[in-house]
Each structure stands twice: as C-alpha cells, then as structure tokens.
C-alpha cells in the first residue's frame, strides 16, 4: 500500500533529487523511499551494535564482580538481549 505526501524541498534538494533518480533509473519516490530505508536500516544497525557494547562491557563486569568465567552466550542469556543480536 502506498501513501500519497505532499513535501516541500528546497530547490538545491530537488535538483539533487531529480539528478539521483535520473542516474538511478528511478522516480523521485523510489529513491527518497530507498534513502529513508537505507536510513532506518543504518539506525537498526546501530541500536545493534550499542547492545553488543553494553553486552561486552557487562561480561567485563561480570567476570570482576563474579571471579569466573562468562561465555557470551551466558550474558546474552543473562541480560535478555538475544533479540538484538
């Protein structure tokens, strides 16, 4: 399903705009919609990748507070954050 938007740009988006369609082979939609998924998913990637930092720096401090060994899996388990990685 499609939603109709009506948007104003300024007149250097819109000469940018109609350049990357025409040298993608692409109408004007297609490429803002390319562009915002190509946003959303780089914003995906860095909610990942926040997760996967404070996963590593929890074992760190696991592995001080507990005085053994944590496997990634067992934080991963631990702090429910399996969906994320």
Same mark, same amino acid.
């Given at each position: 399903?499609?939603?109709?938007? @009506?948007?104003?740009?300024?007149?250097?988006?819109?000469?940018?705009?109609?350049?990357?369609?025409?040298?993608?082979?692409?109408? =004007?939609?297609?490429?803002?919609?390319?562009?915002?998924? @190509?946003?959303?998913?780089?914003?995906? %990637?860095?909610?990942?990748?926040?997760?996967?930092?404070?996963?590593?720096?929890?074992?760190?401090?696991? %592995?001080?507070?507990?005085?053994?060994?944590?496997?990634? =899996?067992?934080?991963?388990?631990?702090?429910?954050?399996? %969906?994320?990685?």
């Amino acid at each position: 399903m499609k939603v109709r938007k @009506n948007i104003t740009l300024s007149e250097e988006a819109e000469r940018f705009l109609k350049e990357l369609a025409r040298e993608m082979g692409k109408s =004007q939609s297609e490429v803002i919609e390319e562009l915002i998924r @190509n946003k959303a998913e780089e914003k995906e %990637k860095g909610k990942r990748l926040r997760a996967f930092e404070d996963m590593i720096k929890s074992v760190r401090e696991m %592995k001080i507070s507990l005085g053994e060994e944590i496997t990634f =899996q067992k934080a991963k388990e631990m702090m429910g954050v399996e %969906k994320y990685l």
